[in-house]
């Protein structure tokens, strides 16, 4: 048996960089998940609990926390392969599915459950969205310094938008960790979809009497969305979350979580067979 994989499902982008950026952060993801295992792998010889380990009566619990998982990645819009895809590609082996979206909307409550649905592979966990979390407030706080963001600078909070209501909530969340996170408030402002828009923010703000303006973005990668927020009339656009140390950690936290609900399902399923 294998340790379950990790499908990480992102929003798809025509971006070479965006695609690359999330490559490296399922490499990322997969180095860390990998020494975790071999971590874990060293102190079971240490105290002789690994012994028998690789035996054909290892459980899949075992394997999960001693052995590196395959990561993969799945896009649920403009590019290939589709979260169906990968997972009927790893049948049977069990998998973990990620959503890495910075908010809960309709990918996550409508794409993620009928991609799985149409995979047919039974067993499959899926975890919460990516965010909002602590986290990723303090990435985009070490992003706004990046570009040159003081205290005492004011900050627009850039979301793609949803219209999604749950989303919106998520959203908002997001803007309030950050707000936390830089003890300045966080102008909530949307690039596509919903309002007040990013540019109307930004002047708005400026009026009220800010002598700088910084623009966080609430981006996985880059892409066209990120590109809009240049010409929003800011002082400095703060990069896409992308990979950082802490985001790779989240995410192999939503996967270590996963595995423990799956693999008490799949155990008690060869109980029940038995």
């Known amino acids: 048996m294998s340790a379950p994989a990790l499908v990480l499902v992102a929003h798809g982008t025509r971006s070479a960089r965006g695609v690359e950026m999330i490559a490296e952060l399922a490499e990322a993801v997969a180095r860390e998940l990998g020494a975790s295992a071999l971590a874990h792998a060293a102190r079971l010889s240490g105290t002789g609990a690994g012994a028998d380990f690789g035996a054909a009566s290892a459980s899949l619990r075992e394997l999960a926390i001693t052995a590196a998982p395959q990561v993969r990645t799945a896009f649920v819009d403009v590019l290939g392969p589709s979260p169906a895809e990968v997972l009927r590609d790893l ?68 979301a793609a938008g949803s219209s999604d209501a749950r989303a919106r909530q998520d959203v908002q969340r997001a803007a309030n960790l950050l707000s936390e996170r830089v003890g300045t408030p966080a102008h909530l402002a949307y690039i596509a979809t919903g309002e007040p828009k990013v540019p109307e923010v930004v002047a708005r703000v400026r009026a009220a009497g800010a002598r700088r303006v910084f623009v966080a973005s609430y981006l996985l990668a880059h892409g ?26 989240l995410l192999a936290d939503r996967y270590d979580a996963a595995v423990e609900s799956l693999t008490s399902d799949i155990s008690a399923a060869d109980v029940r067979v038995a």
């Open 91 to 158: 049948d049977p082996v069990p998998a973990v599915v990620v959503p890495a979206f910075l908010a809960s909307g309709y990918h996550v409550y409508q794409d993620v459950p009928r991609e799985v649905a149409a995979s047919a592979h039974d067993a499959v966990a899926v975890t919460q969205a990516m965010g909002p979390d602590p986290a990723l407030a303090e990435v985009m706080h070490l992003r706004l310094r990046a570009a040159g963001w003081r205290p005492g600078d004011a900050v627009v909070f850039a």
């Open 224 to 249: 066209l969305f990120h590109q809009r927020l240049h010409k929003a009339g800011a002082d400095g656009v703060a990069e896409p979350i992308g990979v950082h140390p802490s985001v790779v950690r």
